[in-house]
């Protein structure tokens, strides 16, 4: 398999880890409560160790002189190819668990295949990730499950947070032509056929929480492709703040 | 009466239940939540633990400011489980504080009305990635020659939460003075940014071991519970003796044009500290008092309805088990 190829659909994978782990670390401090608030940053830590993880690999194959820093820093935006779904603000608690839960479901799957893949430094790092994640996926269907099916309140923030993520769901099972030559070499995972698994995944638990799952046609796709929502340039801006300020040092 | 039975009843206090308890702290024994104890002492320990607590979570906030722009991959992440260590600490430190009857909801609302106080440092800002080193090598640093003689202190649950929170603080500080180092021997505006940072965070973290002897009201009924086991003036001095030279080792220089070594005190001496900007932060008029103190209150108020989902969700499981069992 071309590197370069590799590399991309590292980042396929890799850069989802890094959006989403830089959206949760941005709540610690200011969770609900002090329990929620160190889950939060439990499941922002397991996957920024995740991201680590992929990005060195990723830095071993680019070449001596590129570092785990210079991919998680020092790309444009363009250059970034996580989902739209993990780059959404955190626009309430609401918002947060189901942004996370949308993500966990198809994250373990995903893991669940890609600990077979041939790529040995791969399939490890999925296996390592498959216990954490298994976690996270417990805690935000636990709490889907609370806040659906908790207060009048809660039920409606939360039914409005389903709605307005779901358009953000389909893009996880999309293929860009990198992720299709990393399947064909026995590298790459077809995430394509985790999507009925997924949805019913997803449909049991909503249903549980008594939330409705949406009738909707029509999807958001574009940040595998490095099309992202206005939202990635400032989260952007906050993450790549030290390295743009002052280029070439040593932290 | 016997010792056992001074534990167990819930008599008023009188004189020799005072002078047996007062024999037990001198004995170096453990008070626990069931002993009895009098009502000064469970009160000092209510406020003293949860402004601990408080601190811990407030703390969260200057340090948060900076995960998000944190320079490195490998200091994001250590800077994250830092700032999660703090709230790890608050919880402790509340569960330990709630075995003196008093509830989580009650120390957040004295917490948010400004009853109660948290180390008046956080009202400083973090303007530089530096300020984490600083916060990390200073005020942990002054931190911990606070607490640690707490992990020997009178009231149990108090001394055991202390013991885990020294380790943990130990470890950021060593963090904080190595994020300093790699700043000082980098480039010029690397160093520059940790001279400022050591400019600005100097004379508040002084201020952090609490005003002088003279002016500390609960310092002699302290020392008697062992809730302090040295005076301000005396942890202040260590803090000095003691990070000076740590200064000077990465080439950094201490903002006090008096400080000076005596060899015949073998301490450093040093210049004056200004009361006047402590207490004015003290009173709520320092640079960021206003900012923590909203963040934590929008943060609980935004929560609410978390909570009482939770709360909701909970009690309808417990009825439906109730009713599976009938």
Redesign the interface.
């Known amino acids: 398999m071309k590197k370069e190829n590799l590399i991309q659909y590292i980042y396929g994978i890799a850069d989802n880890a890094l959006i989403l782990g830089?959206r949760l670390?941005?709540l610690?401090?200011?969770?609900?409560?002090?329990?929620?608030?160190?889950a939060c940053?439990?499941m922002?830590?397991d996957l920024?160790?995740q991201?680590?993880s992929y990005?060195q690999y990723a830095a071993h194959l680019s070449g001596e002189k590129v570092t785990?820093?210079d991919i998680?820093?020092l790309r444009t935006e363009r250059q970034y190819k996580n989902v739209l779904l993990v780059e959404q603000p955190n626009t309430?608690?609401a918002y947060i668990i189901t942004r996370q839960f949308f993500y966990d479901v198809f994250h373990l799957l995903l893991l669940q295949e890609l600990q077979n893949s041939k790529d040995e430094t791969l399939a490890a790092i999925a296996k390592k990730g498959i216990k954490e994640v298994s976690y996270h996926q417990r805690f935000s269907s636990d709490w889907i499950?609370?806040?659906g099916?908790?207060?009048e309140?809660?039920h409606q923030?939360t039914q409005e947070a389903v709605n307005d993520l779901w358009k953000f769901t389909d893009e996880l099972f999309q293929l860009t032509e990198e992720d299709k030559n990393a399947v064909e070499l026995g590298v790459g995972v077809d995430v394509s056929l985790l999507k009925e698994k997924y949805y019913q995944i997803v449909g049991e638990v909503l249903e549980e929480a008594t939330l409705s799952v949406p009738e909707l046609k029509w999807f958001r796709k574009g940040g595998k492709e490095g099309i992202h929502s206005e939202h990635m340039g400032y989260l952007l801006s906050?993450?790549q703040?030290?390295?743009r300020t002052?280029p070439n040092?040593?932290? | 009466m016997s010792e056992k039975e001074i534990k167990n009843t819930g008599a008023e206090p009188s004189r020799s239940l005072e002078e047996l308890f007062d024999q037990r702290i001198a004995r170096d024994e453990k008070i626990e939540p069931k002993d009895w104890m009098p009502e000064k002492y469970r009160k000092t320990h209510i406020r003293q633990i949860s402004q601990h607590a408080h601190s811990e979570?407030v703390g969260?906030?200057p340090e948060?400011n900076w995960?998000?722009?944190?320079?490195?991959?490998?200091?994001?992440?250590a800077l994250?489980?830092k700032?999660?260590d703090e709230?790890?600490h608050?919880?402790y430190l509340?569960s330990a504080c709630e075995t003196l009857g008093i509830s989580r909801e009650e120390l957040y609302e004295q917490l948010h009305t400004g009853k109660a106080k948290y180390s008046s440092i956080f009202n400083y800002p973090t303007l530089t990635?530096a300020d984490i080193g600083a916060i990390g090598w200073l005020v942990d640093g002054a931190a911990i020659i606070n607490q640690v003689p707490l992990c020997s202190t009178s009231y149990g649950p108090y001394a055991r939460a202390m013991i885990r929170v020294c380790k943990e603080e130990s470890f950021h500080q060593r963090q904080g003075f190595e994020?300093m180092m790699?700043l000082a021997n980098?480039?010029p505006?690397?160093k520059e940014l940790a001279q400022d940072a050591l400019n600005r965070w100097w004379w508040p973290s002084l201020m952090m071991l609490g005003p002088t002897d003279a002016e500390s009201v609960h310092t002699e009924q302290s020392m008697k519970w062992k809730l302090k086991r040295k005076t301000n003036d005396e942890l202040r001095q260590q803090f000095i003796d003691q990070t000076v030279p740590q200064a000077d080792l990465i080439g950094l220089t201490v903002p006090d044009p008096d400080l000076k070594w005596n060899e015949e005190t073998k301490h450093y001496d040093f210049g004056d500290i200004d009361w006047d900007e402590f207490w004015q932060v003290v009173k709520g008029h320092g640079p960021c008092n206003k900012e923590r103190l909203s963040?934590r209150v929008?943060?609980?108020n935004?929560?609410?309805?978390?909570?009482?989902?939770?709360?909701?969700?909970?009690e309808?499981q417990q009825d439906n088990k109730i009713k599976k069992a009938i």
């Not at chain 1, 401090?29 to 160190?38: K, R, V």
């Not at chain 2, 909570?307 to 909970?314: E, G, I, L, N, V």
């Open positions: 830089q670390s941005e610690c401090g200011h969770g609900p409560n002090l329990e929620t608030d160190i940053t439990n922002a830590l920024l160790g991201t680590r990005y785990e820093d998680a820093f309430n608690f499950k609370r806040l099916d908790g207060t309140v809660s923030k906050d993450l703040y030290m390295q002052y040092m040593k932290w | 979570i969260m906030l948060g995960i998000s722009r944190a320079p490195s991959m490998r200091r994001k992440v994250l489980a700032v999660q709230a790890g608050g919880l509340y990635w994020i790699t980098g480039t505006e690397q963040a929008d943060a609980w935004e929560g609410e309805w978390v909570r009482d989902a939770a709360m909701a969700y909970a309808k």
